[in-house]
């Protein structure tokens, strides 16, 4: 008995598919971030399980100070039981403020988010960190 052959245009089909999908970036918040300007960098913030995460005064300086000129970048990570949670905050010229949120890191889960914050989440490290935690929901 002989098998039923494939039309040639259902392979072609499911051959362009495949291809068109590859080229489609698999999370478009982290495909942002790495195309992102690069700004100058402020301390990096790093808090353990131990401690409640929050943002430190002057990393919250650092944002303020570069935001009118050539803007500034502030990463923080916090761990968690699911793993580490990084911030990437962004103070953009002209006063803007962005963050990215890269969840579980160490995965290749592509669990990236990208929001954008009203100013005032540079008012105070908890005010930032309200900011920053609405982001990842």
Same mark, same amino acid.
């Given at each position: 008995? /002989?098998?039923? /052959?494939?039309?040639?245009?259902?392979?072609?089909?499911?051959?362009?598919?495949?291809?068109?999908?590859? *080229?489609?970036?698999?999370?478009?918040?982290?495909?942002?971030?790495? =195309?992102?300007?690069?700004?100058?960098? @402020?301390?990096?913030? /790093?808090?353990?399980?131990?401690? !409640?995460?929050?943002? &430190?005064?002057?990393?919250?300086?650092?944002? =303020?100070?570069?935001?009118?000129?050539?803007? *500034?970048? !502030?990463? +923080?990570?916090?761990?968690?039981?699911? $793993?580490?949670?990084?911030? %990437?905050? /962004?103070?953009?010229?002209?006063? =803007?403020?962005?963050?990215?949120?890269?969840?579980?890191? %160490?995965?290749?889960? %592509?669990?990236?988010? %990208? @929001?954008?914050?009203?100013? =005032? +989440?540079? &008012?105070?490290?908890? +005010?930032?960190?309200?900011?920053?935690? $609405?982001?990842?929901?």
């Amino acid at each position: 008995m /002989r098998a039923a /052959r494939r039309p040639a245009w259902l392979s072609l089909s499911v051959v362009l598919l495949l291809v068109s999908c590859a *080229a489609v970036p698999l999370n478009a918040a982290k495909a942002d971030f790495d =195309d992102r300007e690069p700004l100058p960098q @402020c301390e990096e913030i /790093r808090v353990d399980l131990t401690e !409640l995460p929050a943002f &430190s005064q002057a990393g919250l300086d650092c944002l =303020d100070d570069g935001a009118p000129g050539a803007g *500034a970048e !502030l990463r +923080a990570s916090f761990g968690e039981t699911d $793993g580490p949670v990084i911030y %990437h905050v /962004r103070a953009l010229p002209g006063g =803007d403020v962005e963050v990215f949120v890269q969840q579980n890191p %160490h995965t290749n889960t %592509h669990e990236w988010k %990208h @929001c954008a914050l009203d100013r =005032d +989440a540079l &008012s105070s490290p908890d +005010a930032l960190l309200r900011g920053v935690e $609405g982001c990842r929901s």
